[in-house]
């Protein structure tokens, strides 16, 4: 199975700050997908890019895809107190579906 | 749409007992994914059905666990007997196609 390695593991910024993660991987993938994990919920999916686009944005989250370096970075502009959460990378190509350790974002107020 | 629906959302049982988890997955998805997360080993891939067939029960963790989907709209976890070291959340997940996952709440299961 196909899994995406999460770049740092911890993250700690103060608000206001921009917050930026990395996923690299080792296959090849039809889509690459953001998730959002708050303490003690289900995951929530946030962003889906293709393997065919290169940039994605959604609000205050800018996605990048780079398939030549096996790597995507996840942007969240302007944090917030409420972005604290961990988030994860999830490789689409073939199922089964596994996720990585994640990187866990703390924004302080 | 209610999402995924997941019960019960805390479970307490001791050694030995048998335990359901029970899952609802989105009308019209055709992948439930069923995982276990813990701080140890983090977000663990159990098992996954497509169109009510299992798949890929690798993740299983040891004959204890067991997964059916006998229809479209429902599935179950059984752990029996279950042990402490199964304390963990469960959480069950729908999606069609390649689409992105819809997490349930998730069961926070804890074995005494």
């Known amino acids: 199975s196909q899994q995406g390695e999460e770049d740092p593991q911890a993250l700690s910024i103060q608000e206001g700050e921009n917050a930026t993660m990395n996923c690299s991987y080792k296959?090849?993938?039809?889509?690459l997908q953001w998730y959002r994990q708050n303490s003690g919920r289900g995951l929530v999916h946030l962003i889906l890019?293709?393997?065919?686009?290169r940039e994605k944005h959604s609000g205050r989250l800018r996605v990048t895809l780079d398939t030549s370096k096996k790597s995507s970075s996840l942007l969240i502009t302007a944090s917030r107190a409420a972005d604290t959460a961990s988030y994860f990378c999830?490789?689409?190509?073939?199922?089964?579906?596994?996720f990585g350790k994640g990187t866990r974002l703390s924004v302080i107020a | 749409d209610a999402g995924v629906i997941q019960s019960p959302r805390h479970e307490v049982t001791e050694m030995g007992q048998e335990v359901t988890l029970r899952c609802k997955p989105i009308?019209?998805?055709?992948?439930l994914f069923w995982y276990r997360q813990t701080m140890m080993r983090g977000l663990e891939l159990l098992i996954y059905?497509?169109?009510?067939?299992?798949?890929?029960d690798s993740g299983m963790p040891e004959d204890r666990f067991s997964a059916k989907m006998p229809n479209a709209s429902f599935s179950t976890l059984k752990i029996q007997p279950s042990e402490p070291r199964d304390s963990a959340v469960y959480f069950c997940?729908?999606?069609?196609?390649?689409?992105?996952?819809?997490f349930g709440n998730g069961t926070r299961l804890t074995v005494t």
């Open positions: 009308s019209g998805h055709d992948y």
């Open positions: 059905f497509n169109n009510n067939v299992p798949i890929d």
């Open positions: 997940a729908s999606t069609r196609g390649d689409g992105p996952l819809h």
């Open positions: 999830l490789l689409s190509g073939n199922t089964p579906l596994v």
């Open positions: 296959t090849s993938i039809n889509n």
């Open positions: 890019i293709r393997s065919n686009e």
